[in-house]
């Protein structure tokens, strides 16, 4: 009985501790929020205007988007919160996933807050879909694409996806799951998205994954997709630490990681995963393809005036193999040695620096290198408008998919 009545008093303790998540009171009466929902059955979620065509017997359940078109998706004016987006289409080939560009606009902002393609936002990296659901985005069963991000707005919401592919998309269906709200907090904050790619990083140049933005707010998180440069051969990629500079960093961050499936919560290597916060949701070693995302839920990043974050371009191997690619003038830059847990530096600033032939051959060794990145970053920010470059081409964004 005494390990009964410690056990309960210890679950109670857990229940007070502040920050503790607690469970939503379902029974309770929210007057702020009135619930509407926009679909092609009822764009922008009329009152009862719902279902007018074909008599109701479902008449209008999804758009097709011709080369160069675009559907809206919302379009309404007043303060209100967005608590789902829901979306499924007849082509889920990476092409589209890639060519089809989904906008956000908040309060009538002249440039999108969100400018990303529509795979890679809910988190689909490299076009490659799974079956998946974590904290933020679901795909039940690797046929619809789901997001569950709050997305408040004070006087105005749109959302548009555009065909920017050659090729009519004959079935688009969607469901964006909106409420409006009476009383605005002046916390809120809008959020964001941001995509781009690096087809070929530069060794010794860090990868942003979130350029710098400045105002007030929080990084949410970022998923990201890796071609690995099959000139490295079956040479680990994913030595690079994440580094985040908050409120004026320069040089020197003040979050940093171990390396990059450190960062995602795994160790090792990086296999295929899916938790709540991080996870892989696909990894080939045969392809060189890696996709993987972490979102700051738990461990929130806030910033007061500015926030950047970046990835190492680093990898790793058997220190014999790395000799032999520098032989053969694949492009490298040795960083460091761990000979048997004695760490030694090689990387200085300006210098390409070599590895000897009498090196330990049996240690290993991490080298900057060159791959292709991509990456969506999700941020909060006090700001309605877009604060980063436009989407980059199509034909970027589509290049040498697999």
């Known amino acids: 009985m005494r390990s009964v009545s410690l056990l309960l008093t210890l679950l109670l303790a857990c229940i007070a501790l502040p920050g503790m998540a607690q469970q939503p009171a379902y029974y309770k009466f929210d007057s702020n929020l009135t619930p509407r929902w926009s679909s092609p059955e009822n764009l922008n979620g009329i009152k009862g205007a719902g279902g007018k065509a074909n008599n109701g017997a479902k008449g209008h359940p999804f758009e097709p988007i011709a080369p160069g078109g675009a559907v809206t998706l919302l379009d309404i004016q007043g303060q209100g919160i967005i608590q789902r987006i829901w979306v499924t289409l007849s082509d889920r080939s990476p092409e589209m996933l890639r060519s089809l560009k989904l906008e956000m606009f908040w309060d009538n902002a002249a440039t999108p807050a969100v400018a990303v393609p529509l795979g890679d936002f809910f988190g689909v990296g490299l076009g490659k879909t799974a079956v998946f ?30 065909n920017e592919s050659g090729k009519a ?14 009383t605005w907090d002046n916390n809120y904050l809008y959020f964001h998205a941001y995509w781009h790619r690096d087809t070929a990083t530069q060794p010794a140049k860090d990868f942003e994954l979130l350029p710098a933005v400045k105002g ?10 890796v071609n690995a440069n099959p000139a490295y051969g079956k040479l680990w990629w994913g030595e690079g630490e994440v580094k ?67 990835l190492q371009q680093i990898g790793g191997g058997n220190t014999a193999a790395v000799i032999k690619l520098q032989e053969a003038g694949v492009p490298l830059i040795p960083t460091t040695t761990d000979n048997g847990g004695r760490q030694i530096p090689l990387y200085e600033k300006g210098k390409a620096a070599r590895l000897e032939a009498t090196a330990n051959a049996s240690s290993w060794t991490n080298f900057y290198r060159s791959d292709d990145l991509s990456a969506t970053a999700y941020f909060y920010l006090d700001k309605a408008g877009g604060v980063l470059p436009t989407l980059q081409p199509t034909a970027l964004r589509t290049w040498h998919l697999k």
């Open 133 to 162: 659901e974590n904290a933020l985005f679901a795909s039940p069963e690797g046929r619809s694409f789901n997001c569950f991000i709050p997305m408040p707005f004070k006087k105005a919401a749109k959302i548009v996806v555009t």
């Open 169 to 182: 998309l004959s079935h688009f269906f969607f469901d964006v799951d909106y409420s409006q709200l009476k």
């Open 216 to 225: 007030k707010g929080r990084f949410l998180g970022v998923s990201a997709g």
């Open 244 to 310: 985040m500079f908050l409120d004026g960093d320069q040089d020197l961050p003040t979050l940093i990681g171990t390396g990059t499936e450190d960062y995602i919560g795994t160790g090792w290597g990086q296999g295929f995963f899916v938790n709540r916060y991080t996870g892989c949701l696909f990894s080939s070693d045969s392809l060189l393809q890696w996709c993987f995302y972490r979102y700051h839920i738990p461990d929130p990043v806030f910033f007061e005036s500015s926030c950047r974050i970046t």
